[in-house]
Every structure is written in structure tokens, then in C-alpha cells.
């Protein structure tokens, strides 16, 4: 009984010195192609395998996004290999829609809002939080080819002068 105590409190503070999340994948891409205007954290509903395989790291959110259909969120485009051990009934497809669980209000601000101002609901990334897999989903609107410049060019000159005031202070210039 000792022991099993003992097992238990080495767990949870296992997962303390983790801070309690654990990222299993983010979309790179959707940050650079989208203007981000909202978040939301969505639970996912899935299938045994699919929570090992994401246990192990393994997710691929590009080309990834959400859509309301029925009333329901689903998420379509996200790649979840087989799990290695799972076979037959256990196993599952790997490219399938998946459920999101988000509150009525959450889920109708969010088909409204899509729909009015025609934006796109993206996965930005895939984790888990206190054992459960979540999703953070962003509203976002598309950027066109001139505004990523745009945003590349004022991203670089805000680094370069973060690094001449680094620098600066380093020497003793300021």
C-alpha cells in the first residue's frame, strides 16, 4: 500500500517539474499565413491508439482546420500515425475527422464569427493538460502574399533592434 503511495507522489510530481502540459505538436506555418484573432482550448475526442501515438509525440497539424457541421466541431487534416502496438479493432484511421469539445455559446460565437467575417478556425497546436488531449484552436483571417512580407520585414527589424540595444547595453553605450 506504502509503495503504491509512494508511486503516486513520484507521478504528480513528475508531471509538476513538467508544468502539468506537454506539447505533442503546433502548426508553424499557421502563424506566419494567418493573422490570429482568437484562441480557444478545445478537448478532443479519441480513440485509444490515437492517445498513445500522441503520448509518443506523434502529430502533424499542417493543412489542419475546423469546421462546424451539424451543430458539432469537428477537426479535419490532422495526421495521427498508427500506434506501433495497436492491431485490428484497436487500431484506427489515421487521417480521420475528430470531434472537438467546446461549450454551445463557444461553438456558436465561433460559426457565427466565421461566418460573418469569413475567418478560419486553425489548430495552432496539440497538448496535454492534466492527462487529457487538447487542442488550441485560433480564429484567424488569411494573410494575402503582401501582407507576410510585410509582417517578415517588421518582425526582422523589431529583432534587429532588440539586438542593437542588447549589444549597446553589453559595452556600456547606453
Known sequence: MARAKKMVAKRAAAREAHGGDRTVATNRRARHDY???DTFECGMVLRGSEVKS???GKAQLTDAYARVDGGELWLF???IPQWHSATGWGSHEPD???KLLLHRKEIDELMGRSQQ????????SIYFRDGRAKVQLALAR????????????????EREA?????NAQRWGHG
Open 54 to 56: 500522441l503520448r509518443e
Open 77 to 79: 487534416g490532422v495526421h
Open 35 to 37: 493573422d490570429i484573432l
Open 162 to 166: 532588440a539586438r542593437a540595444m542588447r
Open 142 to 157: 488569411g494573410r494575402r502574399l503582401h501582407d507576410r512580407r510585410q509582417a517578415i520585414l517588421t518582425r526582422d527589424a
Open 117 to 124: 467575417q469569413s475567418l478560419t478556425m486553425v489548430p495552432l
Open 96 to 98: 480521420r475527422k475528430r
